[in-house]
């Protein structure tokens, strides 16, 4: 499903709305709320807009347990840390218990970091039914999404829910969680905002399909919902009957 704002404030509030509402539900019915966090500056104003009222209020934080979607794998006071930024726009002005914030750790062995993060998910989330109940997604001009890169060997990838990726481009290791665990959410979000994302978009959309050299387009969740939440010059170029044929998924 598609939905459409005037522009990335409204986004953002609306992103709000939905988080808070989420962890409601799922606090009410499972007792806990499992997030996985997006970096990027995208997802940033919604975090701030979480820390303050009437977010911050509406949440149900001590029953909320974070993870993140990937990671650069650079130290944590790095300015590049997904973490980092979280933590400055909302972990650290909500009262969130500490054992349950989540973060990647990679920036010694890649390798080693994304087994520790796939083990870690394996055993915080409930044995009962291990998904997470939102991750919130951004989408880059290249089609990717979380650190799943075009034509990156991870995109094939059956059993690990976390795995380390080298993006050659920039010289940088990474860890991300794979479409396995992705696939399996309840609830999955793409937020997407700005014009320089709107041919990609309606790539990713409209197709065609080639998931290898756009990876968001692995992203269908089953039995979860999928939802695109995009500005209007995101979705500049999306064709009327676009809306109709996602909202039918």
């Known amino acids: 499903m598609i939905h459409r704002f005037d522009d990335p404030e409204a986004l953002s509030r609306a992103a709000a709305d939905l988080f808070a509402q989420a962890a409601c539900a799922a606090v009410a019915e499972r007792g806990r709320f499992d997030v996985a966090f997006s970096g990027g500056h995208t997802p940033q104003r919604t975090y701030e807009l979480l820390a303050r009222p009437p977010w911050r209020d509406r949440t149900p934080w001590p029953d909320v347990h974070v993870f993140w979607g990937d990671e650069r794998c650079v130290p944590p006071e790095d300015a590049r840390s997904n973490g980092r930024m979280a933590h400055l726009a909302l972990l650290q002005h909500v009262p969130l218990n500490s054992a349950h914030v989540h973060p990647i750790r990679c920036d010694g062995d890649p390798d080693a970091g994304a087994a520790r993060y796939d083990k ?99 992203i269908t969740p089953r039995p979860g919902r999928l939802l695109w939440m995009v500005d209007q010059t995101a979705a500049s170029h999306l064709t009327p009957s676009t809306d109709k044929v996602h909202a039918e998924r």
Not at 131 to 150: E, I, K, N, R, Y
């Open 120 to 218: 870690l998910l394996r055993t915080q989330l409930p044995a009962a039914a291990p998904v997470l109940d939102l991750v919130f997604l951004g989408l880059g001009q290249d089609g990717h999404t979380a650190s799943l890169f075009p034509y990156s060997p991870v995109l094939a990838e059956k059993a690990r829910w976390a795995a380390a990726v080298y993006v050659a481009e920039q010289q940088m290791h990474r860890v991300s969680l794979t479409p396995v665990i992705i696939n399996a959410a309840r609830r999955v979000v793409f937020l997407v905002v700005g014009r320089e994302k709107a041919q990609v978009l309606k790539t990713v959309l409209e197709g065609p399909t080639d998931a290898r050299r756009l990876p968001a387009q692995l």
